[in-house]
């Protein structure tokens, strides 16, 4: 039998994707767990930054050189059509990875199969019946939607997902009713822009969709992922009140992305800092313990030097938990690939100078928990003979002894800028 391996890139909606491809493709194919016994190596690549594109371009060369059939999943074969097209034997789009079986039978004949038309309208979360969930963990990945409704100027993304599809709230509902079933115990709802969700079907907004999973009878937790500040804050009391459930991790992810208004204009971001500001603000007057993800690019064509330290006050001002800061990279077809770039020097020094903030910050919000005793899910193993934990704000717990799946508590006695070290 034709022997297949899934090699993934990218975001958790990858990872999702992954999933249901992995389902599709155990019906016809073997899976294997190396590329090594593989004859065909399913890549589900990232293409935010061109840093991963080439990493990603490279890796397929050196699986060709091996032999190997090539099917170019995810954003590339839409983002960079012509340089996936010269590298492999087949590829598809998100949005029809569900016909993975005829990409790969393809690539096996010789045909070069491009399935990258914008056609497709499937609700992946229809499919939770045919995914193939790794049992590896506790933790089960959900979309919810697919696409946005921004026009961000840097984001290629968005050319590979097209506009805002949210998936039927039933249809979700099931499918975490079913990953809770299997024992699954922290579900993970990812999309391009969690905050969309619902903008494409009239009233329904994310919300209703947490308080719908909330109701789902079983010990579990739900990561919300990423969500734009501008959806966010015009939800606000609704969110907050959403996340009041025991099951909904006390954790938010809104990328700011530039601490400057006008830089912010530029990006065709559509909020402002001060609704980033009044999220996590808001958030953090009503839980006792919010952890706060925020996203910082550096470097944008416009970005002056006045408007580098105002992202740099903002993260002073507010304290983001975890900081995500990436270069800026022209991708293409997208506006901000016409500005005129800043040397990378530039970009360097100020990714470092945030980098080391984003630890200071941290370091010091995490000091507040040594010698507090903290409510924990034990999710995975970690490096070592270590298991990764997550209290209830998704704070990361390093644990020395556990059971994947099991709430325990445990005693803080150590930490880092980026977790908290934990004995039971």
């Not at 099931?174 to 993970?188: N, P």
């Not at 991790?249 to 400057?260: E, L, N, R, T």
Request: hydrophobic residues 40%; contains cysteine.
């Amino acid at each position: 039998m034709v022997k297949v391996y899934i090699e993934t890139y990218g975001c958790t909606m990858n990872q999702a994707d992954s999933d249901i491809m992995r389902g599709i493709i155990s019906r016809n194919f073997e899976l294997t767990d190396t590329s090594d016994d593989a004859d065909v190596v399913v890549i589900n690549s990232c293409g935010v930054i061109e840093f991963t594109e080439r990493k990603i371009i490279k890796r397929t060369l050196d699986l060709k050189k091996k032999g190997k059939k090539i099917v170019m999943a995810g954003c590339l074969p839409r983002i960079s059509t012509k340089k996936v097209e010269a590298v492999t034997d087949a590829m598809l789009s998100p949005d029809n990875i569900h016909k993975i079986n005829l990409a790969i039978e393809s690539a096996l004949s010789g045909k070069k199969l491009r399935l990258i038309d914008k056609n497709s309208q499937i609700d992946k979360s229809k499919l939770h019946n045919i995914k193939y969930r790794l049992r590896e963990n506790a933790i089960a990945i959900v979309s919810i939607s697919e696409g946005c409704v921004g026009r961000c100027s840097f984001c290629a993304t968005r050319f590979a997902r097209g506009r805002l599809r949210s998936f039927s709230l039933e249809s979700v509902v099931e499918e975490v009713k079913q990953c809770v079933r299997m024992g699954f115990k922290e579900i993970q709802l990812t999309s391009q822009d969690t905050g969309a969700y619902g903008l494409d079907k009239g009233k329904l907004m994310l919300p209703d969709l947490l308080n719908a999973i909330s109701e789902i009878e079983g010990n579990f937790r739900v990561r919300v992922g990423m969500m734009n500040p501008h959806h966010a804050v015009n939800m606000l009391d609704d969110l907050i009140e959403a996340y009041r459930s025991e099951k909904i991790y006390k954790f938010i992810h809104v990328p700011v992305q530039s601490g400057d208004n006008e830089v912010l204009r530029h990006m065709r971001r559509n909020h402002a800092v001060e609704d980033y500001i009044e999220v996590v603000s808001a958030f953090r007057r009503e839980f006792d313990d919010v952890m706060v993800s925020t996203d910082i690019i550096v470097g944008y064509p416009t970005e002056t030097d006045e408007a580098f330290w105002k992202s740099y006050e903002l993260l002073k001002e507010t304290e983001p938990d975890i900081v995500n800061i990436t270069r800026f990279s022209k991708r293409p077809f997208t506006p901000a690939s016409k500005l005129k770039d800043i040397p990378d020097w530039i970009k360097k020094e100020r990714s470092r100078k945030l980098t080391r903030l984003a630890r200071e910050i941290g370091l010091r919000r995490n000091r507040r928990f040594i010698g507090k005793r903290l409510r924990v899910l034990v999710t995975k193993r970690g490096k070592g003979k270590t298991f990764m934990a997550r209290a209830d704000s998704y704070r990361p717990v390093i644990l020395r002894s556990g059971e994947i799946g099991e709430f325990t508590e445990a005693k803080i006695v150590d930490c880092a800028f980026n977790y908290l070290v934990g004995v039971r």
